[in-house]
């Protein structure tokens, strides 16, 4: 069950943060919004560390002075061990650098289809490199099946596409669209070789480092503290952060890179979905239609995910 059931939380809480950062942004610049957004949930996973490490501490009847006193011991023998920095680089590339240089191509005039043609491209990037970075050899069926869905993307956001958009909006999203993949292969490589509390920590904390340096050398911050900001971070921090980022990096270590990444094609037909019944925008038949194409293209690529051949 849980095989199904995380594929599709993920895709629903994933398509919900584009809402939720849409109704943030008009409130709050946007790496203003990122930072305390990331800052927020790495004080989170703090206290769930602490809490899982004091629970873990009484279940053993061990006092807590003694336990710290064997940390620094523990930290130096499994130091060389966790690979911290390509952790904290993970979350510099997929929380920094691709939410940022998204929010920046939006803020400088490139619309959010266009927006999310070009990072929805990524499946077809990152599979590519991991035919060569990790020997994944995805079948003739699974490509297929990522052009069907590539294909559904574009169906579902071509009537709105711009053509006027700024080069220098253009670049940042394709930057985006960089950062993403490279962090998204980085985190494969990385695997299960640093917990997966201990992971997010150190990504969280990474990125609000890099949006506080954002908002010190690039952007005046403004924030305004109404209910409407307070709802939509609220739910970036608890539903997408805390919530389809996890679940990201357990499909991520759990099933090939094709199969994970192919999931993203779902995200911008339902996004249009979820803004139909929160903020009123049209769902037309061609939007169906690109739904359903981009759902097919997605069965092919993680139906055939178990069978894929490595040499």
């Given at each position: 069950?849980?095989?199904?059931?995380?594929?599709?939380l993920f895709v629903v809480l994933w398509s919900s943060a584009f809402v939720a950062g849409k109704a943030g942004v008009q409130h709050a610049?946007?790496?203003?919004?990122?930072?305390?957004?990331?800052?927020?949930?790495?004080?989170?996973?703090?206290?769930?560390?602490?809490?899982?490490?004091?629970?873990?501490?009484?279940?053993?009847?061990?006092?807590?002075?003694?336990?710290?006193?064997?940390?620094?011991?523990?930290?130096?023998?499994?130091?060389?061990?966790?690979?911290?920095l390509q952790t904290a680089l993970v979350g510099v590339l997929i929380h920094g650098a691709y939410l940022g240089s998204t929010f920046f191509?939006?803020?400088?005039?490139?619309?959010?289809?266009?927006?999310?043609?070009?990072?929805?491209?990524?499946?077809?990037?990152?599979?590519?490199?991991?035919?060569?970075?990790?020997?994944?050899?995805?079948?003739?069926?699974?490509?297929?099946?990522?052009?069907?869905?590539?294909?559904?993307?574009?169906?579902?956001?071509?009537?709105?596409?711009?053509?006027?958009?700024?080069?220098?909006?253009?670049?940042?999203?394709?930057?985006?669209?960089?950062?993403?993949?490279?962090?998204?292969?980085?985190?494969?490589?990385?695997?299960?070789?640093?917990?997966?509390?201990?992971?997010?920590?150190?990504?969280?904390?990474?990125?609000?480092?890099?949006?506080?340096?954002?908002?010190?050398?690039?952007?005046?911050?403004?924030?305004?503290?109404?209910?409407?900001?307070?709802?939509?971070?609220?739910?970036?921090?608890?539903?997408?952060?805390?919530?389809?980022?996890?679940?990201?990096?357990?499909?991520?270590?759990?099933?090939?890179?094709?199969?994970?990444?192919?999931?993203?094609?779902?995200v911008p037909p339902i996004t249009g979905i979820i803004a139909f019944f929160i903020l009123g925008e049209p769902l037309t038949p061609v939007?169906?239609?690109?739904?359903?194409?981009?759902?097919?293209?997605?069965?092919?690529?993680?139906?055939?995910?178990?069978?894929?051949?490595?040499?």
């Amino acid at each position: 069950m849980a095989h199904l059931f995380l594929p599709i939380l993920f895709v629903v809480l994933w398509s919900s943060a584009f809402v939720a950062g849409k109704a943030g942004v008009q409130h709050a610049t946007p790496f203003a919004f990122l930072a305390v957004r990331f800052s927020v949930v790495a004080l989170i996973f703090i206290a769930v560390a602490i809490g899982f490490w004091l629970w873990r501490a009484k279940s053993q009847n061990d006092k807590i002075v003694n336990l710290a006193a064997n940390l620094p011991n523990k930290a130096q023998k499994n130091h060389s061990n966790d690979p911290i920095l390509q952790t904290a680089l993970v979350g510099v590339l997929i929380h920094g650098a691709y939410l940022g240089s998204t929010f920046f191509a939006m803020a400088n005039g490139l619309g959010a289809a266009l927006a999310a043609l070009i990072v929805s491209t990524q499946p077809l990037l990152t599979t590519a490199l991991a035919v060569f970075l990790f020997d994944e050899k995805p079948r003739l069926i699974q490509w297929v099946g990522i052009f069907i869905g590539f294909s559904g993307v574009v169906v579902v956001i071509s009537p709105s596409l711009g053509i006027n958009a700024p080069i220098i909006a253009i670049l940042s999203c394709i930057f985006a669209l960089l950062a993403i993949t490279t962090g998204t292969l980085l985190q494969k490589r990385i695997g299960s070789s640093i917990g997966l509390l201990k992971s997010n920590i150190i990504q969280a904390s990474a990125a609000s480092l890099f949006f506080i340096m954002l908002i010190v050398t690039v952007e005046t911050p403004h924030i305004t503290w109404n209910s409407a900001f307070i709802i939509a971070l609220a739910w970036q921090v608890l539903a997408v952060s805390t919530g389809a980022y996890v679940i990201l990096m357990i499909l991520i270590k759990r099933d090939s890179i094709a199969a994970t990444t192919s999931l993203l094609f779902l995200v911008p037909p339902i996004t249009g979905i979820i803004a139909f019944f929160i903020l009123g925008e049209p769902l037309t038949p061609v939007t169906v239609s690109g739904f359903l194409m981009a759902s097919s293209g997605v069965y092919l690529v993680t139906r055939h995910s178990a069978t894929a051949q490595k040499p």
